[in-house]
C-alpha cells in the first residue's frame, strides 16, 4: 500500500530554542521506495541522526526568537508482513535473547513491577501467545475510555488504568506494561496512521512473540497494515514528535495520511509486522 | 453479645516519646457496660480525650527511654441494630445533611476523586442502597488479595486497586473510596473483632444510607455483629492505635478478642449498625 | 477595620447539578456586625450549615441546566487580636491538649510525614515559638516561585517543594506540612483578603502557639491583619468555595475587598489572630 | 592500578526462576587484562550477552528450586583517564550530538523534567563545566543523608530530594536528574568499588562534558580512580546486578575489592573518566 503523509507544526519561540524532531519516518526494509521532504521556516543549519539499532531519525536545528513551521511530506510504499495469529507463539522468558531483557525491564511511563499484581490476575491463565497480547489489547478497548485531555505528560499506565480513560499513548503504555509484566518483551511505537479521525500523531505497541516483533493496537483508532512507523522506544518519552530545550509554544499542528489508490483502512485479524 | 477484649502492646523507647494511644474502646451507646482497665508500665502521669462528636477516645503519656509496656482489657456488651439490607436506602445528594458533605470528600488514603472514573464503571449502574455497598464489598473481596505485608503505612486505595492485595486497612480506604465516589458518605472505623485469626486490630468502614452509618468489612475476616469500635475518622490517619512523637521500635503486640458465652461469630447478610 | 466583600462566581450547568458553596464568612467572634446577602441566580431552595466547631458556613443548592450565578456581598468590621511575636511561644508537643494531636497529623495536601526529614534539617535547629513559623514562612518566601498555573488540585505540598513554584493554595499547604512536622499544630484557612492583586480567594495557615492560632502568609500577598476567613480546615480538601456534583464548567470569577475608610494593606510584623 | 574483586551472593529458589546477572567486569579499553571467573553452584547452561554499544554484559541461568549461589572474581588492571577540572568544559546544548539527546530525557529514577526548577534555582548561575557538577555532588553531598533503609526499589531522585536521605543508588540519581534538568547528558554507573566499607556494589554516574563521559560520585565514598565498571545505563532500572523472573530470595552477598599493590583509595580533585 502506497501512504502520502502530510505533517505540519507550527510553534512560537520567545527565546532561542533547540528543536529536536523526531517526526521523519523511520529507516525500514518495510518502508519502500521512501519519497520525503522536510520543509523548516525558517531555513537554519540542521543536524540529523539515525539510530543504528532502531532506524529512528532525528533533525535538529537552532531556532531563533519568532514563528518556526514545520512541514514533513512524504510518500511511502508500505510492505507489511502478514502471519495467522496461532502461529506467533510467545517466547519463554528463558529462551529470550538476552538483548531483549530491556524491554522487560519497567520503564516510566509502563511500570510493569507495580503492575505485575494487576496483569497476572487478569491475563495470566489465558492461552499464550499471539491471542494473549490480542486479549490484553481487547481488555483495555473494553475497560479504558478513549477521551482527549484524559491525560498530561506525566500519565503513566497506572494511571491510566485508574482513571480508566486515555488516548492512544496511554493505551500503549499499558499494553506495553501488561506485557512486560507477563515476561513478553514490548516496546512503544509512535508513527502515522491511515485512517484516524482526526488526523494526529498515532501511538501503539509491539511485542516480541516468535521471534519477531509484532504490531498491536489497543485502541482500535486506525488499521495495523496501515501504520508507518516514526520511533520505536521504551516508552513516549523515547519517541517524542519534537523535544525543545529553550521556550516554544505550538500554535497549531496538522496531519494526514491517506492511501494514494484512495483504499479506506480496514481493521485486520492477522498478526501484523514490519521489518 | 458480651465480649472480652486483651491488647497487649510493647515498646524499646530510646528518648522520651510521646505516645498518643488510641486504644480504648469508643464511648457509645451499643457498648454497654463498658468495664476496662488500662496498665502502662512504667505508671506515668496521663491525658485523656474523648472527642464528642465520635466518641473516640485517646490517652497520652510522655515516656522516658526504656521499655514501655501497654496492656488494655475490657469487657463490653455489644448492641448491635439489625435491619434487612433491603430497607437501607441510599440518601439522594441533594438531600444529604451539609454536615456529611466531609464524607464525600477525598482524603489521603481514600482519594476518590482519583478513583471516581473507576468506581462510576463498575458501580453506577447497580441498584442502589445497602445492596449496593455490599457489591462494593464483594467486588473488592473478589478482585484483591489479602495479603500481610502488601502494604505499608503509605499505601492508599489507589496503591492497592493497582497492586490488587491489602490487609484490612486498604480494604477499607478502598470500599469508602468507592462509596465517596458514588455520592455514599463514608468512612473509616477501626475496631477490634470477634474471630480474627490471627487476633490483631481490624479496620472496616460505614457509609451513611437511610440516615444513619452502617457497617461493612469487604474482608470477610469478621462478624459485623461482633466488632467493637475504636474509633472512627476520614481514613487510617485518624485512628492510629499508637502515635508517637519521639523514638520508639514496637517489640510485641498481642490482641484477643472472646465471647463470654463462647459463641463464635458468624457471618449474616444482615445490614449492622451501632449507635 | 471594616472590610467589604463582593464575590461573583457563574458556572454553566450541563446536568441537574448540586452545589455546595464555601463562600460566607465565618462566624466568629472577630468578625463583627456581619452585614451580607448571597444571591443565587436562578433562585432556587437552599440549604445551610454552620459548623459549631469552626463557624465554617456552607450552602447548598440543587441548580438544574442552564447558567447559575453566584453573587456574595458583605460588610464586616474586623478585629483582629495583636502580640508582640516573642510572646507566643511552642507548646511542647507533650502538653498539647490532646483535641490538637489531629493537627499534627499528616493530610492529603500536608503530607508532614514524607516531608518531616526536610523540615527537621531546615527548621529544628531554629530558635522555637512565633519566630520558627515566621522563618518558615520567610523560606517558603524565598525557595518558592508564585507563579499562576503552577499547580492544580492534585498538587500536594510535596509536589510544591519539589517544583519550587505554586500559588497561595500551596504556600499554606508548605507552611502547614512543615509546621507539623515539627510538632506544631497548624491548619489551612481560606479568606477573603484586602489588597490582593488581581482579587482573588487566599489562602493562609494558622500554627497553635501560645494556647491559640495564629496567622501566618508564607506569600506576602496581603496583610494579616486584613484577613476575613471563610474556613478553616486540615488542608484545602476541606474548605473548598464550591463543590459541585454533577456537572458544571466555570465561567468566570470576580472577587474584591476593600477597606470601607480607603486604608491600603499594609504588612505587618506583629503577631496576629483571630478568635 | 590491579585491582581484585571477589563478589558472592546467595538466593533460595522456590521455584523454577531465570536468574540474569550483571555482575561482570565491562568490556572497556581501561580495564586492563581482565582475568576472571564466574562460578554459579548448580553448574547450569549458561548464555551471555555483550552490548555492543556499552561493553555491559549479561549472564543468565535458569536455575531450578533449591539454593543458588554465584561466586565471581576478577582482577583487572585500571587505567583511568585524569584530566584537570578546568579543562573539561559543558558541550552547549545546541552542539550536542543528537545520538546523546537520549541522556537528557527524564527517565523512571531520574525525572529530570519534574525537578527542572529545582535544578535551575539552584545550580543555572553557576559557572558551566565540570566544576558544575562538582557542585551538584557538592550540594548533594550536603544536603542527603547517606543512610542505608532509606530508600526502597521505587525510590527516585524525587523522592530522594524530599526525603532528604538515600545511598549510592539514590544520590546517582539525584546527580543524573539535576544534570539532564540543567542540559548535560547524564548517566547511572555500577561499579565495583575499592574503599567502600562495608564492602557493597557501588552506584555513581557519568557527565558528557567535553565530548566525553566523565565520572563523579556524590556519595565521597569511594575514590574515582578505583571504580570498575559493572554497567552504563539511563537509570539503576539498566543496570541491575541480579534480575529474576521467577522466585528467589537472598540469603546473602559479600562484595570485596582490594588493590592488589595494597595502596589505599585517595580522593582526587582530578577529572576521571575511563574508556
Given at each position: 500500500m502506497r501512504l502520502k503523509i502530510d505533517c505540519e507544526l507550527g510553534y512560537e519561540l520567545k527565546a532561542p530554542t533547540l528543536f529536536v524532531l523526531g517526526v521523519e519516518v523511520a529507516q525500514?526494509?518495510?518502508?519502500?521506495g521512501v519519497r520525503e521532504s522536510l520543509v523548516i521556516a525558517p531555513d537554519l543549519p540542521r543536524r540529523t541522526y539515525v539510530s543504528p539499532e532502531t532506524g529512528n531519525r532525528l533533525t535538529s536545528v537552532l531556532a531563533p526568537p519568532g514563528p518556526l513551521l514545520v512541514r514533513y511530506e512524504a510518500a511511502v510504499e508500505l510492505q507489511v508482513v502478514r502471519e495467522h495469529p496461532a502461529r506467533v507463539p510467545e517466547v519463554p522468558i528463558a529462551e529470550l535473547?538476552?538483548?531483549?531483557?530491556e524491554h522487560l525491564l519497567p520503564s516510566r511511563y509502563s511500570p510493569s513491577d507495580r503492575l505485575a499484581a494487576f496483569a497476572l490476575r487478569e491475563f495470566d491463565a489465558l492461552a499464550p501467545g499471539h491471542q494473549r497480547v490480542t486479549a490484553i489489547c481487547n481488555w483495555i478497548y473494553d475497560n479504558i475510555d478513549y477521551r482527549r485531555?484524559?491525560?498530561?505528560?506525566?500519565?503513566s499506565a497506572l494511571d491510566t488504568l485508574v482513571g480508566r480513560a486515555g488516548v492512544c499513548r496511554d493505551f500503549a503504555h499499558l499494553g506495553v506494561a501488561f506485557c512486560r509484566a507477563l515476561g513478553i518483551p514490548a516496546r512503544f511505537v509512535s508513527c502515522y496512521a491511515l485512517g484516524l479521525e482526526p488526523g494526529d500523531f498515532h501511538a501503539v505497541f509491539e511485542a516480541w512473540l516468535g521471534g519477531r516483533w509484532w504490531l498491536f493496537d489497543a485502541?482500535?483508532?486506525?488499521?495495523?497494515?496501515?501504520l508507518v512507523r516514526i520511533g520505536v522506544g521504551r516508552d513516549a518519552a523515547d519517541v517524542s514528535f519534537a523535544t525543545f530545550y529553550g521556550d516554544a509554544e505550538p500554535t497549531g499542528m496538522a496531519i494526514g495520511v491517506i492511501a494514494e489508490d484512495g483504499a479506506p483502512a480496514e481493521r485486520t485479524v492477522e498478526a501484523i509486522r514490519v521489518e
Open positions: 525500514l526494509a518495510s518502508h519502500i535473547p538476552l538483548e531483549f531483557i485531555g484524559a491525560s498530561d505528560p506525566e500519565t485502541t482500535r483508532q486506525a488499521a495495523l497494515d496501515g
